[in-house]
C-alpha cells in the first residue's frame, strides 16, 4: 500500500514536471512571435519615409540599425509592387526563428512591405537550464518522497501487522492478551482499543460459559417439564377432538361427527347395499320455554331431550345435535317407511312426556322428518336436507312425522324462488299499498287507515301478504319489506296532508324488526326523509311479538312513542302478555284479534272476552279497536260495548289509494 501510494506521489511530481517543461517550451515560442512583432512594425515605421521618397540609401542605413538588435538575422524591404529595394543578413527558416512581416502605409497609400525573421538561439541556453533545474527538483522530491513513505509504511506496517496477529488470535478463539503500545498517536490508541476489546471479549467469553452451564442445567429441567406438557397436551388433544366432534351442552355427537358417519354409511351402503335412515328433530315450542323460564331451563330440556333420544335408540345408531332445539338420528339397516316410522313415532312419545323445569311440569312436543338411503339421495348435503326438508313440513303441517317427498323439494324450490323474486320486487318498487279505513264508532266518521302491502306478481298475480310475509320474516327480507311499506306509507300520509285531509295510517312491523337495534332510528330517518309528521303514522305490533322479548320491545316502543309515533298493539288476546304488563307499554291502542269479534254473535264467552279486553283497556287509558267486522249486527254489538273504533269488510274491503279517496269522498 504504501509502495503504491510512493508511486502516485512520483507519477503525480513526473505530471507537474511535464507540464512546466511545456509551459517554458509554449512562453518560448510566444516570446519570439511577439519580439518579432514587435521588431517588425518598429522597422515598418522607420522605413515610411525612405520608402516614401523612394532613398535607397536610407533603407540600407536603416536595415543596419535593424541588424544590431540581437536576435535578429534577417531583414528585407520592398516597394510597393514588390519589388526587393534593400536586404540584410540571410534567412535561416527553422524551428527556432520566426518571420513577421508588416505593410508600409502613408495616408491610406501602400508603399511596400518590410520583413524581419527573428531567433531565439540567444536565450535558448537560459531556457535550457531552467529545464535542467525544473528536472533536478522533481528528482529530488520525488527521492525524499520515496524516503518519507519508506519511514512511514514501516511504522504503519509494524502496528498494522501487529494488530493483525492480534486479530488472528481473537478469531481462534483466544482473549484477553494484550498487544504492546509504543507512542501516543492514533495507532497507539488504535491498539489500546484492540487491547480494551480483548480484555472485554474475555469477560464475555467467561460470562457466555457461566450461561451455557445454566442453559445446560435449564435444559435439563425443561426436558422434564417438555415430557410432562407432552403428557398433558395429549390428553388435551383427545379433548378437544371429543370437543371437536361433539356437543358440549347434550354430550352428543355434533353436526361435524354426524357428516363423517354418513359419509362413512353412504360408502357402506354402495359398497355392501346396506339401506339406513336419517331424521331430524325438532322441537316445538322451546323458544317460548327460553323466553318464559331462561335459558338454564332451556338447557335442562335439551339435555333431557338427548337423554330419552339415546334411551329410545340402539347401540348402532346415532343421535346428534345440530344445534339450538334440532336434533337428528342416524339409524343404520332401516330400508323402509314403515320401520322408520315405528321408530319416528316411538321418539314422539318419548319426548311428549312431561319434564320437570324447576317446580314447573312442561310437556314440550316435537317434529320429526325423515329420508331414506337411496332413495331419497346418496350424497350427505342432499340426505341432511331432505330430512330437514320433510320436518319442516312436518312442522308446518302439525303433523308430528313426515317422510320425505319430492314434492317437497319442489315446494321448497318454488319458495325459494319467491324469496328471490320477493326481493327483486322490494328492490324495484313492484309491491303496492291497499287501505282499509278505521271508522269512530261514536262519530261515524274515518279516523285513519291501515296500510296493507299487496304483491302484484308477474306470474302469480296479484298475491295478499299472508303468501309472502312469513316468507319475509323467516329471511332476511322482513327488515327491507317493512321499511319499504313504512316510505309508501309515509308519502301516502305526507300527500293527503298536503291536499287538506290528513289522516293518520297504521303499518305493520313483526318481532324481527324490534330484534332490531337500529329499528326506532331507521323509523325516525323515513320520517324526515318523507317529510311527514310523526303523529301521522302508527305502528302495529302483534301481541306474540311483544312477548318474544319483552324488555326490548318495551324500549322499542318507548323510543316510538318519544318522537310521536303512535304504537297499537294487533291481534290482542291471541298471545300470553297481560294487562300489568301492559301498563308498562307506551301504546295508543288496543287491537281486539278478528277471531274474537267475528264470533261474538255465536259465542257468548267471546263476548264476555271482548267486553272484558275493552273495560281493562278504558281502565289503562287505552283506546280500543274491534277489526274483522264483517256484519252490521257484530258493529252494533262492539258500540254497545263502548269499543271505540271498527274495522272490516262490513265497512269497506283494502283498497288502492285511488279507491281510497273516492270512498272517503262519499262517506264524509
Known amino acids: 500500500m504504501i509502495t503504491g501510494i ?321 336434533f337428528a338420528v342416524l339409524l343404520p339397516g332401516v330400508a323402509n317407511a314403515e320401520d322408520t316410522e315405528v321408530v319416528a313415532r316411538k321418539i314422539l312419545r318419548a319426548l311428549e312426556e312431561p319434564v320437570l323445569l324447576g317446580d314447573r311440569r312442561v310437556c314440550v312436543t316435537a317434529s320429526c322428518g325423515a329420508a331414506l338411503f337411496p332413495t331419497h339421495g346418496d350424497e350427505v348435503g342432499v340426505l341432511l336436507r331432505h330430512a330437514d326438508r320433510a320436518m319442516y313440513e312436518a312442522k308446518r303441517g302439525r303433523r308430528g312425522f313426515l317422510l320425505f317427498a319430492s314434492a317437497m323439494d319442489e315446494e321448497g324450490d318454488d319458495r325459494l324462488r319467491l324469496q328471490v323474486d320477493l326481493d327483486h320486487a322490494i328492490r324495484h318498487g313492484d309491491l303496492v299499498l291497499h287501505y282499509q279505513p278505521k271508522i269512530d264508532l261514536v262519530t261515524g266518521k274515518i279516523s285513519g287507515a291501515e296500510a296493507l302491502v299487496r304483491w302484484q306478481h308477474p306470474v302469480l298475480g296479484m298475491l295478499p301478504p299472508a303468501r309472502f310475509v312469513p316468507l319475509a320474516e323467516r329471511t332476511h327480507l322482513i327488515k327491507p319489506l317493512t321499511f319499504h311499506v313504512l316510505r309508501l306509507a309515509a308519502t301516502q300520509a305526507r300527500a293527503w296532508a298536503e291536499q287538506g285531509w290528513p289522516l293518520p295510517i297504521a303499518v305493520n312491523v313483526s318481532a324481527v324488526d324490534l330484534d332490531d337495534g337500529e329499528f326506532v332510528d331507521s323509523v325516525e330517518r323515513i320520517l324526515k326523509d318523507a317529510g311527514v309528521a310523526a303523529s301521522q303514522i302508527e305502528l302495529e305490533v302483534t301481541e306474540t311479538a311483544l312477548m318474544r322479548d319483552p324488555e326490548r320491545a318495551r324500549a322499542a316502543i318507548q323510543a316510538l312513542s318519544g318522537f310521536g309515533v303512535h304504537v297499537a298493539i294487533d291481534d290482542f288476546g291471541t298471545g300470553y302478555s297481560s294487562m300489568s304488563y301492559l301498563r308498562k307499554l307506551a301504546v295508543a291502542n288496543i287491537k281486539i284479534d278478528k277471531s274474537f269479534v267475528m264470533d261474538m254473535g255465536v259465542s257468548s264467552n267471546d263476548s264476555v272476552i271482548v267486553r272484558s279486553i275493552i273495560d281493562l283497556s278504558h281502565s289503562l287509558g287505552l283506546k280500543v279497536v274491534g277489526e274483522g267486522v264483517e256484519t252490521a249486527d257484530t258493529m252494533a254489538v262492539l258500540a254497545s260495548l263502548g269499543c271505540d273504533y271498527a274495522q272490516g269488510f262490513h265497512l269497506a274491503r283494502p283498497m288502492d289509494a285511488e279507491a281510497f279517496d273516492a270512498w272517503r269522498q262519499k262517506h264524509l
Not at 330440556?301 to 344445534?323: I, P
Open 6 to 326: 510512493a508511486l502516485i506521489e512520483g507519477l503525480f511530481l513526473f505530471a507537474i514536471l511535464m507540464s512546466s517543461l511545456g509551459i517554458l517550451s509554449q512562453s518560448r515560442k510566444q516570446a519570439l512571435v511577439t519580439r518579432a512583432t514587435s521588431d517588425v512594425r518598429l522597422f515598418a515605421t522607420a522605413a515610411a519615409n525612405a520608402l516614401v521618397s523612394d532613398d535607397i540609401g536610407a533603407l540600407h542605413r536603416i536595415l543596419r540599425q535593424v541588424m544590431r538588435n540581437h536576435g535578429i538575422t534577417y531583414a528585407v524591404a520592398r516597394d510597393g509592387s514588390g519589388r526587393l529595394l534593400a536586404r540584410a543578413g540571410h534567412a535561416v527558416d527553422s524551428a527556432h526563428t520566426y518571420r513577421a512581416a508588416a505593410s508600409v502605409v502613408v495616408d491610406g497609400t501602400s508603399y511596400g512591405r518590410v520583413e524581419v525573421e527573428v531567433t531565439d538561439r540567444g536565450f535558448a541556453p537560459i531556457l535550457a537550464q531552467a529545464s535542467r533545474r525544473i528536472v533536478a527538483i522533481a528528482l529530488g522530491e520525488m527521492l525524499l518522497v520515496g524516503f518519507v513513505s519508506w519511514l512511514f509504511g514501516s511504522y504503519l506496517m509494524r502496528h498494522i501487522a501487529a494488530i493483525e496477529a492480534g486479530t488472528a488470535r481473537i478469531a481462534r478463539g483466544e482473549f484477553g492478551f494484550q498487544l504492546p503500545v509504543a507512542g501516543s498517536d492514533e495507532l497507539a490508541r488504535m491498539i489500546e482499543g484492540f487491547n480494551a476489546m480483548s480484555a472485554q471479549l474475555k469477560a464475555l467469553q467467561d460470562e457466555a460459559a457461566r450461561e451455557h452451564q445454566q442453559v445446560l442445567a435449564i435444559n435439563e429441567r425443561l426436558e422434564e417439564r417438555v415430557h410432562e406438557r407432552t403428557e398433558a397436551l395429549a390428553l388435551a388433544n383427545r379433548e378437544l377432538e371429543y370437543l371437536a366432534m361433539h356437543d358440549p351442552l347434550t354430550g352428543l355427537p355434533n353436526r361435524i361427527l354426524l357428516q363423517d358417519r354418513l359419509l362413512q354409511a353412504i360408502r357402506l351402503g354402495h359398497r355392501e347395499n346396506a339401506p339406513f335412515a336419517l331424521m331430524v328433530l325438532d322441537l316445538d315450542g322451546f323458544k317460548e320455554v327460553n323466553d318464559s323460564l331462561g335459558h338454564q331451563a332451556g338447557d335442562h330440556l335439551l339435555r333431557e331431550t338427548a337423554a330419552r333420544l339415546v334411551a329410545r335408540l340402539r347401540q348402532s345408531d346415532t343421535a346428534v345435535r345440530l344445534g339450538g332445539d334440532e
